[in-house]
């Protein structure tokens, strides 16, 4: 501590330098105040305006960087013939871009008793590319002056605005320097809230309600992540509330480079470059995505557990959900879709296991009978099941082995060519639809070559055994066919008469 204070004692002759150094200590004092607890600005006000064809600073208030206050008690209007003369002075002509600043002004009156405090309005040339300039004729070292060591007296401009065009004043507000709090928290009186926040690379602002954390904001690699224990809702005034107002939207105004990694169960946007044909990336503007990420565990999980939903709670506190997606893309909409516009329907992948591709293959079927005529007439496309029952036991508790294969008896060949089989066992348990065939294609009047040998183990029960065999293919012009066949075999106990 290097301050000092005036010792005082009766009967003591105080000196002007002893009333002074009292001054000095207060006034010290109180901007060491302003300084350690806050950082220099505006903090309330100040901002200038056009009122009757006048520029006009609003009343308010100001800390510079030396820790002393600038006050404006009332609005304040410029004399347009003293505003031309401080342009001129700046060198400003043309209409050219000015800067508005508050300067502190000390003056002594006539009679030499009293100092007066004035903020006074002060014009420079626009310093162009900067926003905000610095403060003029300020050492860049006083910009973060140590308030603990004895404070300069010299002036310390505050940057108020900057007119763009000072003929028609055309006044731009961004850039203001505002006061700002200095510490780590802040503490309602009751303790039920406290506002924690932490300085450095990766800094933290955190709101904490009754004693629960509630918000929480920190950084890592560059990217601000907010969690939220709660609600988030989006909120306007009340509709009676006379001043206008707007509803603004949840939305990421730029977006950032594509995660290098996943970043499951966040959202975020970001521009993905338009691709071909081919799959490449074309000269076309790149896309803007807004991305929800959901967590996909792979084969470690079942990805269809993962799901985002969208919904509502009912009367009896019920979640309903309207739509719900899953991270191995499945979509369920629970209720009515309405489109406007056109739906197009992807192709159906051709997976024997999907009833739809069945259906389609069916239909196909029919319609492409009745065109073609002679030209489908079956015998075209058959399943041929072989059970080699010299190396099975048919008899309650052994098994039966057997083999597919696929027969196109017309002259066309086929394509895409598959073979499933459907067992119903003497229990009526069933195993399949499996896939045992899966060609590319078929030349006409040929037979494939044999599926690999099944083996199907047989209950402790007598009855029948069903073994079911669809071949379904395309012919040339895309017609989808299906054939089916059925192999049926009593299983008995041998034994028994």
Known sequence: MNTQRVHYREGQRLRAADLQAEQ??????????????????????????????????QPGLAVDGYGRELLLAEATAVDPADLSAALVDAGVSGGGPADLWLVLAATLDAAGRRWRDEAALHVT?????????????????????????????RPFPIFLGRLT?????????????????????????????????????????TI???????????????????????????????PDDPRPHTFDSLGYPQPMPQPAAPRPWSLYRTEVPSLGPDGQP??????????????????????ALQRLSIGFVDDKKIWRSCLSMSADGGLEVGGVVIIEGEAVEMPIPADPSDPRFFELMLGTFQNSLAAAGDRLAPPLLEPQIVVNLADSDPKPGGAVKYQVRAHNGATQPVSMVSVTALVVKPDKTSEGPTELLNLTGLPGETTSDPSDEQTINLPNREGSLLITATVTAFTANFEAITRSATVEMSIRNPDVN
């Not at 006034?27 to 302003?34: D, Q």
């Not at 560059?222 to 009340?238: F, I, N, Q, S």
């Open 282 to 303: 074309t000269a076309d503007p790149p896309i803007a995505e807004l991305r929800l990420e959901l967590f996909n565990p792979g084969s470690e999980g079942n990805p």
């Open 125 to 153: 040339a626009a310093a162009p590319g900067l926003a905000p300039p610095p403060p003029f004729d300020v050492p860049q070292a006083d910009l973060d002056v140590a308030f603990w060591q004895a404070l300069p007296e």
């Open 208 to 238: 904490d309600l009754l004693g629960r954390r509630a918000l929480h904001l920190s950084d890592m690699d560059g990217l601000t992540t907010a969690t939220v224990r709660g609600d988030v809702a989006l909120a306007v005034e009340p």
């Open 24 to 57: 000095a200590y207060h006034a010290g004092a109180r901007r060491r105040h302003h300084l350690g607890g806050h950082t220099w600005g505006i903090v309330y006000g100040l901002a200038p305006a056009v009122a009757g064809g006048q520029l006009v600073v």
């Open 165 to 205: 065009d000072t003929a028609a004043l055309a006044i731009d507000l961004a850039g203001r320097p505002y006061a700002a709090l200095v510490g780590e928290s802040v503490v309602t009186p009751d303790g039920g809230a406290r506002l924690q926040l932490a300085d450095g690379p990766r800094g933290r602002f």
